[in-house]
Nanobody, 125 residues
Framework: RVRLVESGGGSVQAGGSLRLSCVAS????????MAWFRQAPGKEREAVAA????????HYKDFAKGRFTISQDSAKNTVYLQMNSLIPEDTAMYYC??????????????????WGQGTQVTVSS
């Protein structure tokens, strides 16, 4: 049984940093992409970044480029999202997701079969 558990969220001021962690149990990284999504109140869930560990391929949405970094530590079964230069618009619930099988539509939520419970990020101005 696959289980994803996020942590690392919190409240920070604009310009600050947070590192989110997603511990994946029962999951084989070579199965497909893992990704971070976020959802703000009243808005649709949107992709932030994705990583395909077997080939160390990463992808970022435009708003995340240059500020966020997705990485993984296979030994710890953990995927990270380092977020720097945070702005109030980054406030959202952040979710870790994993694919059940490889699908190159890595920014599409419905191609991910496993989801964590989310961790809240709040950025104040």
């Amino acid at each position: 049984r696959v289980r994803l558990v996020e942590s690392g969220g919190g409240s920070v001021q604009a310009g600050g940093s947070l590192r989110l962690s997603c511990v994946a149990s029962g999951y084989t990284y070579s199965d497909g992409y893992m990704a971070w999504f976020r959802q703000a109140p009243g808005k649709e869930r949107e992709a932030v970044a994705a990583i395909y560990s077997s080939a160390t391929i990463t992808h970022y949405k435009d708003f995340a480029k240059g500020r966020f970094t997705i990485s993984q530590d296979s030994a710890k079964n953990t995927v990270y999202l380092q977020m720097n230069s945070l702005i109030p618009e980054d406030t959202a619930m952040y979710y870790c997701a994993a694919q059940q099988s490889y699908d190159d539509r890595f920014f599409v939520p419905r191609v991910y079969g496993y989801w964590g419970q989310g961790t809240q990020v709040t950025v104040s101005s």
